[in-house]
């Protein structure tokens, strides 16, 4: 387990109004609607600090956050999320499956696998559902249901700077490992829903990956080009596709490998 200063990123602009504040272990992204601050996702509890710093050193207010929108239910990207309404009065969006996650009614955030205890319990603002839009100042926001990692995890569009931009709601194949499923009693379902819901994103355009995990789109790699002077570094129509497919290939492996 690493300690939060260890995985410490620069906060950076990707493009036009969508900054990058997260940490190595679990991406946040900051968005300047004009009229007030999205933030999406906010990592762990113990690296909140790190992006209250990222969101202040990026010329920004903390308390201008007026929106939360949460990818899915897991520890990594809600950790923080009870802290940041306290502190700043952001309004809490999840998927309206991953509520009981999030307000501890199922122990599924995932914290204790990760070496955690989950004590951040609390109940989410807004419910989100398939076909939900969010509008604040220049920027709108589509919500597509994309379950499977967890069953609300929820998918994000929406454009900005004239470029379409792109985030999963959640890849990761450990919540859908055989082993997981069986622990908690879990259906195996999740695993067609959630190949079903990679094509049903397969068709939006996506000019701008945000992954919400650094390393879902070559962050590391892209930000030293960004900042060696290439602006367009993290525009790339090509990289949703390829994601989409290493998701669904690392899916397919992973049932393989339970034969
Ligand atoms: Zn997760």
Redesign the pocket.
């Known amino acids: 387990m690493i300690k939060p200063w260890e995985g410490a990123m620069t906060p950076f602009r990707i493009y036009g109004d969508v900054y990058f504040v997260g940490t190595v272990p679990a991406s946040a992204h900051l968005i300047d609607t004009g009229e007030g601050l999205i933030l999406l996702d906010t990592g762990y509890p113990h690296t909140l600090y790190l992006v209250l710093e990222g969101i202040r050193r990026l010329g920004f207010d903390p308390f201008d956050l007026k929106i939360l929108l949460l990818s899915?239910g897991?520890y990594?990207?809600l950790g923080a999320a009870k802290a940041l309404r306290e502190y700043t009065g952001v309004k809490t969006y999840i998927g309206a499956p991953d509520v009981p996650y999030a307000d501890g009614t199922l122990d599924l955030t995932?914290a204790r696998e990760l070496g955690y205890v989950y004590n951040e319990a609390f109940t989410p603002d807004v419910p989100l559902h398939d076909g939900d839009a969010i509008t604040l100042g220049r920027i709108s926001i589509r919500c597509i249901s994309t379950p499977g990692?967890?069953p609300g995890c929820m998918s994000y569009f929406f454009e900005n700077a004239g470029k379409r931009f792109g985030m999963h709601g959640?890849v990761?194949v450990n919540?859908m490992a055989q082993d997981f499923l069986m622990r908690y009693g879990l259906s195996f379902d999740c695993r067609q829903e959630f190949l079903e819901g990679l094509e049903r994103v397969r068709k939006e355009p996506v000019d701008i990956l945000l992954g919400n995990h650094v390393g879902n789109n070559d962050e590391q790699t892209r930000y030293l080009r960004l900042i060696a002077g290439d602006a367009d570094a993290f525009v790339d129509p090509t990289a949703w596709g390829r994601f989409l497919d290493r998701s669904r290939d690392r899916l397919l492996a992973q049932i393989e490998s339970e034969k």
């Open positions: 899915h897991h990594d990207h995932w990692h967890t959640g990761g919540s």
